[in-house]
T-cell receptor
């Protein structure tokens, strides 16, 4: 089945530790996105990538890093510089660069907590 | 800065009632408005609206866009407990290809 797979479902981070959240899609989508969702808030964009080997900062990129070495993969690293990482992280993808008539589709998310 | 505002933030109704959720947007290079339903995990796509005044319908759910008023509504008729969820509205900026989300409306249906 085609879809977006995020792993792990739950992740705990210790002080000073970097952690990496995985996002893989087999939909052959060009664009991929990372969002953060906090209780009572909507989704806020962290980073996005329209094509392989290229990505842009979203609205809350500080303390995060990404890579896009393969079309199907867009991992997100939460660095120790991110002082409040506890949140629900959602990965999304969409077909067609510049194609505004296709919606983003989401993975099931990773819930990150601080130990 | 692009902005999307949803109202109400929370709504509790009885099964069988009809509800209307509101979304307003201020987005440069606006192209489309999207509605998603989020239960426990991934938001699932409901509607994408690009043309003003044309209603999109799927079963008991329907939505319409008003480009003059920069707003959209999502209607749910004959609500069921399975409609309980957070409903997210998002507006697409074609210039930077970013989707801006509202804070969502938490809908609770009481049996």
């Amino acid at each position: 089945d085609g879809g977006i797979t995020q792993s792990p479902k739950y992740l705990f981070r210790k002080e000073g530790q970097n952690v990496t959240l995985s996002c893989e899609q087999n939909l052959n989508h060009d664009a991929m996105y990372w969002y953060r969702q906090d209780p009572g808030q909507g989704l806020r964009l962290i980073y996005y990538s329209q094509i392989v080997n290229d990505f842009q900062k979203g609205d809350i990129a500080e303390g995060y890093s990404v890579s896009r070495e393969k079309k199907e993969s867009f991992p997100l690293t939460v660095t120790s510089a991110q002082k409040n990482p506890t949140a629900f992280y959602l990965c999304a993808s969409r077909t067609g660069q510049g194609n505004a008539n296709q919606p983003q589709h989401f993975g099931d998310g990773t819930r990150l907590s601080i130990l | 800065e692009d902005k999307v505002v949803q109202s109400p933030l929370s709504l509790v109704v009885h099964e069988g009632d009809t509800v209307t959720l509101n979304c307003s947007y201020e987005v440069t290079n606006f192209r489309s408005l999207l509605w998603y339903k989020q239960e426990k995990k991934a938001p699932t796509f409901l509607f994408m609206l690009t043309s003003s005044g044309i209603e999109k319908k799927s079963g008991r759910l329907s939505s319409i866009l008003d480009k003059k008023e920069l707003s959209s509504i999502l209607n749910i008729t004959a609500t069921q407990t399975g409609d309980s969820a957070i409903y997210l509205c998002a507006a697409y900026n074609f210039g930077n290809e970013k989707l801006t989300f509202g804070t969502g409306t938490r809908l609770t249906i009481i049996p």
